[in-house]
Antibody
């Protein structure tokens, strides 16, 4: 069974940095593109970033471009989200998600990790 | 960016009722449409991909239809465990975008 487990969330001051991690298991991690998606408290889902299977191609939402960096370590089945220059509006639960190599749709989600940006 | 608009924003129905919800894309996305279910306090879960394909392990009560700009998710016989918010998501182009959600409740 596919599992995705996020970690690294917490409370950070505006302007600060945080690195999220997501470990995948139950599938061949290096075969799948991976995404980060966030959900502000009481709000809907917002796509943040995607990385290809090799880690050589990335894409970002305009709202995080230049501040967030997605990366992956296929040897350790992990994808990361480095978040810099954090703002109050970045406060959200951050989910990592797998993209199916067959359908090219997001098909599995992690349980999420909460990031709170506040002084 | 492609805008995804869901309706209704909420629906209240009785156990056993048929429930329909719609999702409209601001431009043609062919069949690059997924439906995700999010139960209160939980992570989302994929129900339908490619507009009408049932994800493995998902109850056959759920079905999807549509192509182009207009899509529908149907719950054929509403059950208490279906209480959730349902999001459509277009996968045709980046940025991937989600609808604002349809909340389903039991009457």
């Amino acid at each position: 069974e596919v599992y995705l487990v996020e970690s690294g969330g917490g409370l950070v001051q505006p302007g600060g940095s945080l690195r999220l991690s997501c470990e995948g298991s139950g599938f061949t991690f290096s075969s799948n593109y991976m995404h980060w998606i966030r959900q502000a408290p009481g709000k809907g889902l917002v796509w943040v970033s995607r990385i290809n299977s090799l880690g050589s191609g990335t894409i970002y939402a305009d709202s995080v471009k230049g501040r967030f960096t997605i990366s992956r370590d296929n040897a350790n089945n992990r994808v990361y989200l480095q978040m810099n220059s954090l703002r109050a509006e970045d406060t959200a639960v951050y989910y990592c998600a797998r993209e199916s190599a067959r359908s090219y749709h997001i098909d599995y989600w992690g349980q999420g990790t909460l990031v709170t940006v506040s002084s | 960016d492609i805008q995804m608009t869901q309706s209704p924003s909420s629906v209240s129905a009785s156990v056993g009722d048929r429930v329909n919800m719609t999702c409209r894309a601001s431009q043609d996305i062919n069949n690059w449409l997924g439906w995700h279910q999010q139960k209160p306090g939980k992570a989302p879960k994929l129900l339908i991909y490619a507009a009408s394909s049932l994800q493995s392990g998902v109850s056959s009560r759920f079905s999807g239809s549509g192509s182009g700009t207009d899509f529908t998710l149907t719950i054929s016989s509403l059950q208490p465990e279906d209480v959730a918010t349902y999001y459509c998501q277009q996968a045709e182009t980046f940025p991937a975008t989600f609808g604002q959600g349809t909340r389903v409740e039991i009457k």
